[in-house]
């Protein structure tokens, strides 16, 4: 049998980043007990730069390979610990992998060895810290017992695995080192089903995290949306009684200003507020695939994070709404004045040209008369000129009588300038109309 000819065929240039992406970010096989250490940073600026040149020196010193030019994923061995880095839109994670060695004492929940927290200290981040978790994975006999000797019960929620034997327990407050710290009960699992758990509740809290990033923006902007409202009803209170031309102008300035703050500060939320809504979503995915049955008395984690994490998210919807209503309505209000303002100054536009048009009259009355003066001032040259020449006729002996043919010739002088005036007046309006229809034209 022989194979299918591909040749044939022109591949879609995206067609292998596409399908591989399923596979970018792959699962860590894990055996407990081990202890994971989770730090996020935030990509800003020339940080993610920085953070990967930075990952590719602390590879290169420990003879480790460093992670290929425009790879999201990358993950090395150094002895007993496991490097784990994750490159995201707007973030990038370091993820610790720590496997106690065989006949280890007891030790406290969370410590960091000694060889950890050098490895740690070794590759400084540009980015700032936004998420720092400690989870441990312990094959406790009583989880509940267990996590109640580690965690604050105030705020204490637990739940059980979904479709596997255990428990994962956290009260989400943040330890003396800045850490929130998560516990893993789990009986049994495959090293590579302890893998997905870990990084799903992982990615559980490091997304509830940036999911409420938004919450501080949104309190940040409430103030002037708060402000913009109340002065939108008072522009469109004195829009009411408004009937000069400069008060109608100087509402349509001041509506113009508040709607492009409004405008700056939604374009400065925009990604932020949807970033939390993508964020969110993706708690409540990663909620559905751990969360088994919850563990009396305690909450578990979809109602606690419902509770505090839930009302952060409709502010922000909220807020967005609020943002969204008020520009439509700021927008609406400045049409309205637009108009306004357009219908008197189409009002002053006809009075002016109205008081041009009588200007116009005024002064085709005075040409009129300026005209029939020039009438009789040149006619008056020229009958002089022809008198000159009725008295040289009449001087060399022609029988001419100078005031005789003089008065004669003085109608005649008279239609005939009057004639030459009125022709060329004729043509210029004629020449003018033409210009004006081909204007309109």
Not at 362 to 383: C, D, H, K, M, W
Request: net charge neutral; hydrophobic share 45%.
């Amino acid at each position: 049998m022989t194979s299918l000819d591909k040749s044939a065929f022109t591949s879609h240039a995206l067609r292998e980043s596409v399908l591989n992406e399923v596979h970018a970010r792959p699962f860590t096989p894990l055996t407990q007990p081990v202890l994971v250490i989770r730090f996020a940073f935030m990509a800003k600026g020339d940080s993610p730069a920085v953070d990967r040149a930075s990952l590719a020196a602390f590879c290169a010193q420990r003879g480790a390979p460093p992670p290929e030019p425009g790879v999201k994923h990358h993950q090395v061995d150094l002895g007993p610990v496991r490097l784990r880095f994750e490159q995201h839109s707007e973030f990038a994670t370091l993820t610790w992998i720590w496997s106690p060695p065989a006949g280890a004492g007891p030790r406290r929940f969370g410590a960091i060895a000694p060889e950890l927290q050098a490895l740690i200290a070794a590759l400084p981040q540009a980015g700032e810290l936004l998420v720092a978790v400690k989870l441990e994975v312990e094959n406790a006999a009583d989880p509940v017992a267990r996590a109640e000797e580690i965690f604050d019960k105030s705020s204490l929620a637990i739940v059980t695995i979904k479709g596997s034997a255990g428990a994962v327990a956290s009260d989400f407050r943040l330890d003396d080192d800045g850490f929130t710290r998560i516990l893993v009960c789990a009986d049994g699992p495959t090293p590579e089903r302890l893998g997905a758990l870990v990084q799903r509740v992982l990615e559980l809290e490091t997304y509830r995290t940036l999911a409420l990033l938004g919450l501080p923006a949104a309190l940040a902007l409430a103030p002037d949306v708060d402000r913009i409202e109340r002065r939108l009803v008072e522009v469109l209170a004195e829009m009411q009684g408004a009937q000069s031309f400069k008060l109608n102008n100087h509402l349509l300035r001041e509506l113009t200003e508040l709607e492009a703050l409004l405008e700056r500060g939604a374009t400065g939320s925009l990604f932020r507020f949807g970033a939390s809504r993508a964020y969110y979503d993706l708690v409540q995915a990663r909620l559905t695939v751990i969360e088994g049955e919850p563990v009396a008395p305690y909450s578990s984690w979809s109602s606690f994070l419902a509770r505090r994490t839930a009302p952060a998210m409709r502010t922000c919807n909220a807020l967005e709404g609020r943002q969204s209503n008020l520009s439509l309505k700021l927008a609406r209000a400045a049409d309205l004045l637009r108009t306004r303002v357009n219908v008197e100054l189409e009002q002053q536009n006809r009075d002016l040209l109205r008081s041009m048009n009588e200007r116009t009259k005024l002064q085709l009355r005075l040409q009129s008369t300026v005209e029939g003066l020039s009438v009789a001032a040149i006619g008056y040259y020229v009958v002089s000129l022809f008198g000159y020449l009725a008295k040289g006729a009449h001087d060399t002996g022609l029988p001419v009588e100078p005031t005789l043919a003089t008065a004669a010739f003085v109608p005649a002088a008279i239609a005939l300038i009057w004639f030459t005036t009125h022709q060329i007046r004729k043509r210029h309006l004629k020449e003018d109309h033409e210009a004006e229809k081909a204007e309109q034209e």
